[in-house]
């Protein structure tokens, strides 16, 4: 019988994308600071200009084609050869998968699928853009397979499970300022490690009440492959 692996859970942000070239929100010239929130990511906007949200992913979803993993993404494989590995991303990209992790969950959508707006059971691969009268099977338009603000987190659930499983967190390029994401540490065991990988970190208030947080004030590049050497060298 092998011995069981221990588990890590991977929470990710913006940040872990952007030096693949992918804006965050809430850095300066970020995606946020060139358009309003509510008109292109909430229930609201949708209702009010179906073409204009539809535009916004499709925009970044032509972006998205351009752009590769990078070595932040491609280090956390590497400790799948020696850890149970749960990646728990805010992203919409589909960066992780294509970097090579095994178990990704989703907890904002993804930018390369689509889904019906009468049957959310209908969700499709969207490699390319989705425009207005593009239908799902049932006749209605299709939208972005996005978590909207307003909108509940489906994966919430499965995703502090796997925290609450974790014998160590590793949080990487994440403001920690939209929740429930933000709260998912307040699912940890209490006594178990968390590293904090930020170019610019800055603590919410379940992070400035962790234990044994280790922050390490660097790009996700150089911060996530000095993590995973430590862990590959305990382990
Ligand atoms: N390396 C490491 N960290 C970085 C880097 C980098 N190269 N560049 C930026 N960061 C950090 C920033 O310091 C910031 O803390 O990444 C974080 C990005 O924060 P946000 O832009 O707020 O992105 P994120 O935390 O993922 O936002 C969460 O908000 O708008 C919603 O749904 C959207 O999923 C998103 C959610």
Known sequence: ??????????????????????????????????????????????????????NFYNERRRQLAEVQPNAAHKALVELESRYDVTIITQNVDDLHERGGSSHIIHLHGELKKSRSTVDERLIYPCPGDILPGDCCEKGSQLRPHIVWFGEMVPMLEVAAEAVSRADLILIIGTSMQVYPAAGLTAYASPNIPIFYVNQKPMLNYELENTRNLKVI???ATTGVRKVVDELIQIN
């Open 1 to 54: 019988m092998s011995k069981q692996k221990s588990k890590i859970a991977v929470l990710t942000g913006a940040g872990i994308s952007a030096e693949s070239g992918i804006k965050t929100f809430r850095d300066a010239g970020g995606l946020w600071e060139h358009h309003d929130i509510m008109e292109v990511a909430s229930i609201e906007g949708w209702h009010n200009n179906q073409a204009l949200v539809l």
């Open 217 to 219: 004030p660097e790009n």
